[in-house]
């Protein structure tokens, strides 16, 4: 288990007059080399979760269970900082961790205070700028100068230059035009199954991270109202309604497949081009099989 919660709650302002409870009671499990896509309306607590993950929150009762590390109310800053070399936090507004004159000096910054020699840096630098589709002439441009999907970009490269073993996003497809949001999302996909990192992503664009998710949290009024996989989720509908989710499209799809063709598997990649291969396939078996059948039948 890479992340567990274990009855975690957190408030702000807690002790004090206008203190407000954003997660309560939450126990929650992510499994290592997983996909997560976490929703649920705006207020729900899902940014103060990601933050616990690598201890700018710590809990006001319970624990976090992260890799080796357990994150307690009273968790020393020492160990916080060994934790967030393993875990890489994207924040919803990129802008708000970026603080270096130049997009190599941003992005190696990382590595750097983890002690890889400038030489190391620059090279993990140029990667992490490749891997997010980013020009290597962007090196040495002020990141502020930069427009909203490029500054994102940048942010995503910096915490993937130091090759952590969880990759926390909070709304990172935000501000990407669909071609990048579509790259970024295999990038993230290729590096959890490929590499086995973690990874755990906050996001409005359900219908987009369906096909690369194994399995979905949704969050309301600070607790988990839904852990489990797509498949689960596809198949009670009750909580759409309940938590006034709309329903995506690739699911109703989805739901009247099983309607149809009750016996029949689901395709493994179930993006719009992994359906339309699937469905293609399915058609030549069928007719196949319709052939063989009227072959069979006597004169």
Known sequence: MAIHFQEVTYSYQFGHLFQETALDNINV?????SFTAIIGPSGCGKSTLLQHMNGILLPTKGQVHVLDHVITPHHSKKGIRQLRQRVGLIFQ?????????????EIAF??????????????????ALQQVKLDADLLDKNPFQLSGGQMRK????????????????DEPTATLD???????????????????????MVTHR????????????????GKVA?????????????????????????LRFQQAFRRRFPTLPLPTDQSVQGWARYLGELKIHLNESEKQQAGDHPC
């Open 29 to 33: 499990g992510f499994t290592t080399g």
């Open 93 to 105: 507004f990129p802008e708000h961790q970026m603080f270096a004159d130049t997009v190599e000096h």
């Open 110 to 127: 990382g590595p750097k205070n983890y002690g890889a020699s400038p030489t190391q840096a620059k090279e993990l630098a140029l990667k």
């Open 154 to 169: 940048v942010a995503i490269a910096s915490i993937l230059a130091m090759d952590p073993d969880i990759l926390v996003l």
């Open 178 to 200: 669909c071609k990048s949001r579509h790259e970024l999302l295999q990038l993230l996909h290729h590096l959890c199954k490929q590499e086995q990192k973690t990874v755990l």
């Open 206 to 221: 359900l219908e987009e991270v369906l096909p690369y998710c194994d399995q979905m949290i949704i969050m309301q009024k």
């Open 226 to 250: 839904f852990q489990g996989e797509i498949q689960e989720l596809s198949e009670q509908r009750d909580i759409w309604a309940t938590l006034g989710i709309t329903v995506p499209a690739q």
